[in-house]
């Protein structure tokens, strides 16, 4: 291949148009409603067509707008859009590689233009590439190709214990038939808000972890970040919060972020500080939260004024059923266990996603090298 070039790597290079037989702009503007074929766009199929512009492995690639840059592979027939750039591997490349040097590559650095973001067919030929033969090329792909195996078997198994998760709250917190034992009672007769801001400058107060909204997962009751106060002093109005505490957002866009305190902090004053009552589970109060029927509420009466966040007297709208402290330990246990199921799933999912980009930095720059079996060496 010509353009070779190994003074920067332990593993040759070439420019990319020595490697591809087309890079061009697709030419497919018509959808059909009815069309046999695909017509993709610059993140994705768009539509359908029954024009068939290319057929086999391509490489796709925003050409421009917000997406400019990213990168994705097709195959079959198919049409694509004149917003997005199509690559065609030579017949010496595998397109599985190609696709993650492109990707690795990070082609949004190469977006220009003062207006709308652009990447151009002559920058892309212009870029270096690892120039390996096929075989090394295939070894690569194969050894990625396992570990997107594995983290596709964990998305999948995340979302099956989502679901159930989702199944055990609907059963528990919003039963069709509730039992004789369970109260219908208002939020608020079983917590109590915690009132008077504290000095977060003051001796016992400055060292705490304070807690403001950005600082919770979504939906999860997770904690992102742990901050010193004296870190975030900035932060308008702060409240004293207990191990066992419920703190909630009362703000939008943030009114699925709760927490229940494993620790003494501080949190902001944009955020509700619940104290479960004597007989109340704490853990049972924060999956009610979560839960869709308080979601659904939330958002409903922060919806009400142009002020968007829920005040005491919305909040004390909300009635649910209650069942004995004993079995509201138990529930709050059994949805405990499964979101600390779903947690380190996506830790793994991460893990393995870090490991993957640290796998490809290592085989593309020859620091590491996978082992040449003996039929590849024949």
């Not at 993140?43 to 690639?61: D, K, R, W």
């Not at 390996?132 to 195996?149: E, H, M, S, T, Y």
């Not at 005040?311 to 709050?332: C, D, H, S, T, W």
């Amino acid at each position: 291949m010509g353009g070779e070039n190994t003074s920067s790597s332990a593993i040759p290079t070439c420019l990319l148009k020595s490697v591809v037989s087309l890079v061009a702009s697709g030419k497919t503007v018509h959808r059909d409603a009815n069309g046999r074929n695909p017509l993709y766009g610059s993140t994705g199929q768009i539509g359908a067509t029954n024009l068939i512009e290319f057929s086999g492995p391509s490489i796709l690639v925003a050409r421009v707008g917000a997406n400019a840059g990213s990168v994705y592979k097709v195959d079959g027939q198919y049409g694509v859009s004149d917003n997005t750039l199509v690559i065609r591997p030579a017949v010496d490349q595998d397109v599985n590689f190609l696709t993650e040097v492109l990707r690795h590559a990070n082609l949004n650095r190469m977006v220009y233009g003062s207006g709308q973001p652009l990447v151009t067919g002559t920058v892309l030929k212009s870029l270096e590439v690892p120039n390996l033969p096929l075989k090394n090329q295939q070894r690569i792909a194969a050894a990625l190709g396992d570990v997107d195996i594995l983290l596709a078997a964990l998305e999948r198994l995340i979302a099956k214990k989502e679901e159930i998760k989702k199944g055990l709250m609907q059963r528990f917190l919003t039963p069709v038939d509730a039992p004789a034992t369970w109260a219908h009672v208002r939020l608020l007769d079983l917590v109590s808000i915690r009132s008077g801001q504290v000095d977060p400058k003051g001796e016992r107060y400055r060292d705490l972890p304070l807690i403001a909204p950005d600082h919770i997962a979504s939906g999860s009751g997770r904690l992102l970040a742990k901050r010193s106060a004296a870190e975030q002093g900035a932060i308008s109005g702060k409240y004293l919060v207990e191990p066992g505490d419920v703190i909630y957002s009362k703000i939008r866009p943030y009114l699925q972020k709760v927490y229940r305190c494993k620790f003494s902090a501080l949190c902001s004053a944009d955020m509700y500080p619940f104290t479960p009552k004597p007989g109340v589970s704490g853990s049972f109060i924060l999956h009610t939260i979560l839960g869709k029927k308080f979601t659904d509420f939330a958002v409903s009466v922060s919806a009400r004024s142009g002020i968007p966040k829920i005040n005491r007297a919305e909040l004390a709208e909300f009635e649910l059923m209650v069942p004995p402290f004993a079995e509201q330990e138990v529930i709050g246990q059994v949805l405990d266990d499964a979101d600390k199921q779903i947690v380190t799933l996506q830790r793994s999912v991460a893990k393995y996603k870090a490991i993957r980009v640290g796998m490809l930095q290592e085989l593309l720059t020859g620091r590491t090298r996978l082992p040449i079996s003996e039929g590849d060496a024949s």
